[in-house]
């Protein structure tokens, strides 16, 4: 098998959605360049160096045909299961967790780059499962064995937040591959059930975000300490904010990790209601654009692989916003494009770089209609 790129005749790009990236990405400079004091360093300047890389990154996806995606699908996912072995083996601790790999002048977090190429794996399988298989058990047992290779090895790093990242997504995938609304409730019921016996297994610290999240009030000063000053960081910007570079919060080191996790925190602080709201409409605007091309799609990898890694960047942004406002436990998700950080940047670019070549496939079909 060969990689496959597209014409130059069919290269168009989806502006609209790149000048929503350049927004977010624009955002991200400014919040982290106020986090900093007003500094380029430690921060922006990098976060605007990976930004334009990444995006290439993106962009060079742009050409490859979808039909490569598929047929790369579970080579690539043997790959990252051996570089997921390898980090347990050899990886750097960063935050807590195993997650990093050193290959040289390269890092990488494999578990980061794993949750595309697993999006891409389950679409080829349910695109090839004969229709009649599809509200069998047969449809479901592959699809189990595949997601509990990673999310073992992932959970053993450990690295919770992007163990459930991946499970969200697969779920979501998986009902819109058409499985039977049954599976997914009875599912939910034993996955309540379960959740004693989980907890039991968590390590202290992860037990520790489960009961501070049900009550951070009742330790404000220490492991609740997180939350609290953030609900008072997005609380105390009001409706336009206390203005760029004056949050206090965040300048006086009350807001913890304001680059990564909790940088929407520091953002709402500076430019309020309407600045947390205009991000938020942001992402709608590009996630209602990543459905699009997935509706649009013809063929059922493609639909399936488009809502797959679209589905992928909500849950990022869900999981960090429900964080940061108290709503989830604080599980280590950043915001994508926004917060500081590498492997999650090259993840999301991963993601729309595949879904603007989706996007060239339908406008290619589009024109020979």
């Known amino acids: 098998m060969a ?30 360049y106020s986090a900093a004091g007003g500094s380029l360093m430690p921060w922006a300047l990098m976060h605007a160096g990976r930004f ?40 750097v601790i960063g935050g807590g967790a195993r997650s990093w790999l050193e290959l040289g002048f390269l890092r990488i977090q494999p578990s980061e780059v794993m949750k595309p190429i697993l999006v891409l794996v389950l679409a080829r399988f349910y695109a090839h499962a004969p229709p009649r298989e599809i509200r069998r058990w047969s449809a479901i047992w592959p699809a189990g064995v595949l997601l509990s290779v990673p999310i073992v090895l992932i959970l053993l790093q450990p690295d919770l937040g992007t163990a459930m990242l991946i499970i969200l997504n697969t779920i979501a995938l998986m009902f819109l591959a058409g499985l039977p609304l049954r599976l997914f409730i009875g599912g939910g019921l034993a996955v309540a059930a379960a959740i004693p016996i989980a907890y039991s297994f968590l390590l202290p610290h992860q037990q520790e975000r489960v009961l501070i999240f049900l009550n951070p009030e009742a330790d404000p000063l220490g492991a609740g300490y ?93 999981i960090n916003l429900m964080m940061v406002m108290g709503l ?35 406008r290619r079909d589009r024109r020979r209609a």
């Not at 290269?11 to 919040?31: K, S």
């Not at 699908?73 to 299961?81: D, K, S």
């Open 52 to 91: 334009a890389a990444f995006l290439g990154v993106a962009l060079a996806l742009s050409y490859v045909r979808p039909q490569t995606f598929h047929d790369y699908a579970f080579a690539a996912y043997g790959l990252f299961i051996l570089l997921l072995i390898l980090t347990l083996a050899l990886g």
């Open 226 to 318: 997180h939350l609290t000053q953030s609900k008072i960081a997005i609380g105390s910007g009001g409706l336009f904010g206390k203005g760029f570079l004056n949050g206090s919060q965040s300048h006086l080191d009350y807001l913890p990790e304001q680059h990564t996790d909790f940088i929407f925190s520091a953002i709402a602080e500076e430019w309020g209601l309407a600045g947390g709201l205009a991000v938020i409409l942001l992402f709608f605007l590009l996630l209602h654009w990543g459905m699009r091309v997935a509706v649009e799609a013809k063929e059922r990898f493609e639909r399936l692989a488009a809502a797959g890694l679209t589905l992928t960047i909500f849950f990022y942004v869900a």
């Open 3 to 32: 990689l496959a790129f597209v014409p130059a005749p069919v290269a168009a790009l989806p502006w609209r959605m790149l000048w929503i990236v350049l927004a977010l990405g624009g955002i991200g400079f400014l919040g982290l």
């Open 328 to 362: 989830a436990p604080v599980v280590g998700i950043p915001l994508p494009l926004i917060s500081y950080g590498g492997s999650a940047m090259l993840t999301i670019m991963t993601c729309l770089g595949m879904l603007m070549s989706i996007d060239r496939a339908n």
